[in-house]
């Protein structure tokens, strides 16, 4: 039923795209305004338009819940208070009258405020899920209503009513089943009368409408998603940089700008730990061979990057850091082999604690990994493995990622750096320094 709806669709040759806004083009009423004249040129186009909280909203709401959670209701509720304030401003700031959007926004308000007044008796990554959802919707709420004022017509979708996930609060696995259902019967119909939906990234719902979380930086996956879904033309991601580039320019001056590169080389550059992409966006994209422009919305002629199924052309060294990085050294404690039942109880112990190695090495005795360093995960975790191992843990590293590279290119990067670990394929070399 909802394949032929979405092939019904298709049938009247209609080709979507999606656009992906996130929180730095959103982040002020003049940002909000130059969205108009982003738009205009796709006029007569089918858009999905994903948006993400505005600036560094969703940091103030994880403080919102941090405070919630440890009992001190009264910051919490000031905290809030604070996030309140700042997108009423946006109202008179965009001349929305009061009558208009307040309402609108006082539903969510009102949801989170109840919420605050409880005392917690589930675990926090549920209250996160159902307070930070909030800066989404907010955002999301305010952009549609104002464009809809400008004559930028356009219907706006809670995302929770489409998107749907288990209940891995912070890090919902998405029902793909369900959502493309949900898709058919309830953004195509939008479709159908508008030229324009805007919906929230990075947020969904349980079957039983409980509020999720995809992940930080989870927006550019529900881009990917829609897309996949909808088999959308090509998604845009508006970003406040021309485009991909080989390393992050506030690490590496010298940093240049990629005008193509392949779903391949994003995919490990993300993966990696390059900020340009939610990882697990390439995935739903690629298989579909739908493309990715990454552009500009503080100039939006400029071409941007794009990343696609073709090849790449020779791609410059590409650069990756990932700092704070905590290495494990896991020794048998008897001169044994470290293989079978400790190496399976290890890989229990680094999935049950949400752990990822970002590099691993194996030697005849000893076993290393190298993580993310989150405090209470590492101390969880380094308890767990004694059980098994002689452990080691060292905090305060960075791991280097450098792909393409050639000998002088390495030895400058490392030059003066202490490298207490590195491992190379012809094609990655990867580097773990002390800070
Ligand atoms: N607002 C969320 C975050 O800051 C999601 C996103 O921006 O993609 O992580
Ligand atoms: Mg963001």
């Known amino acids: 039923m909802h394949r032929q709806n979405i092939s019904i669709y298709f049938e009247q040759n209609i080709r979507m795209k999606v656009f992906k806004f996130g929180g730095a083009s959103i982040n002020s009423a003049e940002r909000i305004k130059n969205l108009k004249p982003i738009l205009s040129p796709f006029r007569g186009d089918r858009l999905l338009i994903v948006i993400s909280a505005m600036g560094k909203v969703t940091n103030a709401l994880e403080e919102v819940v941090g405070a919630f959670f440890k009992g001190d209701k009264d910051i919490a509720l000031e905290l809030f208070q604070h996030i309140k304030q700042q997108h009423l401003s946006l109202l008179t700031e965009l001349n929305i009258p009061e009558a208009v959007a307040e309402v609108r926004l006082r539903d969510i308000f009102t949801e989170v405020e109840w919420l605050l007044h409880d005392k917690p008796v589930r675990d926090f990554n549920y209250y996160y899920d ?18 809809n004022q400008e004559g930028v017509d356009n219907g706006w979708i809670d995302v929770r009513d489409v998107l749907r996930t288990d209940d891995t609060f912070r890090d919902g696995v998405i029902d793909w089943n369900v959502t493309r259902q949900q898709t058919a019967q309830i953004i195509l119909p939008v479709l159908n009368e508008k030229e324009i939906v805007i919906t929230q990234g990075f947020i969904g719902s349980t079957d039983e409408n409980e509020s999720t979380t995809l992940g930080r930086e989870g927006s550019d996956y529900t881009a990917a998603v829609f ?16 485009g991909v580039m080989n390393a992050d320019p506030k690490e590496f001056p010298e940093a240049v700008f990629l005008s193509a590169l392949s ?92 752990i990822k190695p970002t590099l691993t090495q194996n030697a005849a005795i000893s076993l290393m990994f190298c993580a993310d360093h989150r405090p209470e995960k590492t101390s969880a975790a380094a308890a767990a493995l004694e059980e098994f191992f002689d452990v080691m843990v060292e905090t305060n590293l960075s791991l280097l990622t450098i792909r393409h590279y050639d000998g002088t290119f390495l030895s400058r990067l490392t030059k003066d750096k202490q490298v207490i670990l590195e491992q190379k394929t012809p094609e990655t070399v990867q580097l773990i320094m002390r800070d």
């Open 263 to 354: 779903y391949r080389e994003v995919i490990e550059m993300a993966y990696y730990g390059a900020q340009v992409i939610h990882p697990k966006t390439i995935k739903p994209l690629q298989n579909l061979d739908i493309p990715l422009y990454v552009k500009c919305f503080l100039d939006p002629q400029l071409p941007g990057s794009v990343i696609s199924g073709k090849g790449d052309e020779k791609l410059p060294p590409v650069v990756v850091y990932k700092r704070n990085q905590v290495l494990f050294t896991l020794s048998s404690r008897d001169f044994s082999f470290v293989e079978g039942e400790p190496v399976n109880a290890l890989h229990e112990i680094l999935k049950k604690i949400k």
């Open 227 to 242: 897309a996949n879904i909808l088999q959308a033309r090509d998604v845009t991601i508006w970003k406040d940089v021309e």
């Open 130 to 147: 159902q307070v930070v959802c909030c800066g989404e919707l907010l955002s999301t709420l305010i952009v549609s209503i104002f464009l």
